[in-house]
């Protein structure tokens, strides 16, 4: 074991540069999350900070929106657009110019006429679909949004269909927190972080869920549900699906990539938490994590399932 690579399968070292060091690409902030790259530009937010910031090679890093009300996950959707989760505004957009906080689309904001908690993360499906989860990190202080009391039931995953109909299609969570698909779509990943007990990280209990769990996708009805692995240390919080079903999740001590049955076959070491990350760059195959205070950089040669997808139609 390196100070930064842990292999606990040969494969691994094919897939990472291991030879190279995570390479620390921008630092200075609060708690980083949300990374996304679209038009050659790392994209990802500085949720208590309020900012959402922007990295290009040669450039360094500078402030992409000024007031991004607490956004957390983003991501994109098949025409590149991103789609972004806010926790002050608590509803899930569509930002039509990454760099203009008035140029969006409202997905979703409200269930049954009440208003979300704040939505956390999101992936989009193939057939235009935004699926997001919805725990209630951005009110339960002034850290990560504005304190205020739920006005639903519970902490659901949703699903907004194209013609904008939002469907709850997972109930019982605790905290449900990042979600993907697999390569085909057939599957959908779910983390569970409620062993989190508080903004921004202060503590982990690892007697409650700190799991990701795997469903069985029949257009938006789900099914299964069983645990698919459980992470520790730490919890799992944003994660990626590469382009052969291999699960790259965030966890205390790095990433750690798991293969479709769960078994771990290698982790990137990182200093801090690591709270999400997303494949990028010129080639498509360079990994981008958000760390605490921090975004590294690691060589690979794997590429998002999602971006993969959108290729091929």
């Known amino acids: 074991m390196s100070a930064y690579f842990e292999t606990f399968d040969r494969s691994f070292a094919d897939m990472v540069d291991t030879s190279h060091p995570p390479e620390l690409i921008a630092s200075g902030f609060t708690w980083t999350e949300g990374p996304v790259w679209i038009n050659e530009t790392l994209y990802f937010n500085d949720i208590p900070a309020k900012r959402m910031m922007k990295w290009q090679d040669g450039k360094g ?6 007031n991004s ?3 957390n996950g983003n991501t994109r959707d098949a025409e590149g657009r991103m789609v972004s989760c806010e926790h002050g505004g608590r509803r899930v957009i569509r930002r039509l110019d990454p760099e203009d906080a008035q140029a969006v689309e409202v997905i979703a904001d409200r269930y049954q006429g009440k208003r979300l908690n704040s939505p956390n993360d999101v992936v989009v499906k193939s057939d235009g679909s935004v699926w997001f989860t919805d725990p209630p990190y951005g009110i339960n202080s002034d850290v990560e949004g504005y304190p205020a009391e739920s006005e639903l039931d519970g902490c659901y995953v949703f699903c907004a269909a194209p013609d904008g109909t939002l469907t709850v299609v997972v109930t019982d969570f605790d905290k ?3 979600l993907a698909f697999s390569t085909d ?6 983390a569970d972080s409620g062993a989190i007990r508080g903004a921004s990280f202060p503590g982990i209990d690892h007697s409650l869920p700190h799991h990701i769990r795997v ?8 099914s299964g549900g069983q645990v698919f692995a459980e992470i520790a240390p730490g919890v799992p919080d944003g994660f990626r699906v590469d382009h052969e079903g291999l699960i790259w999740t965030s966890a205390l001590d790095g990433i750690h990539c798991l293969d ?20 990028g760059g010129s080639s498509g195959t360079e990994m981008f994590i958000t760390s605490s205070d921090s975004v590294w950089r690691v060589r690979s040669n794997r590429r998002d399932a999602a971006h993969s997808r959108e290729t091929q139609t």
């Open 61 to 66: 890093a500078s402030v992409a929106l000024e």
């Open 69 to 71: 009300e607490f956004a």
């Open 176 to 178: 449900p927190n990042g």
């Open 185 to 190: 779509e057939t599957k959908l990943y779910i």
């Open 215 to 222: 469903f069985d996708v029949d257009g938006t009805t789900l």
């Open 260 to 279: 479709p049955t769960g078994k771990c076959l290698g982790k990137i070491r990182l200093p801090s938490q690591t709270s999400n990350i997303c494949f």
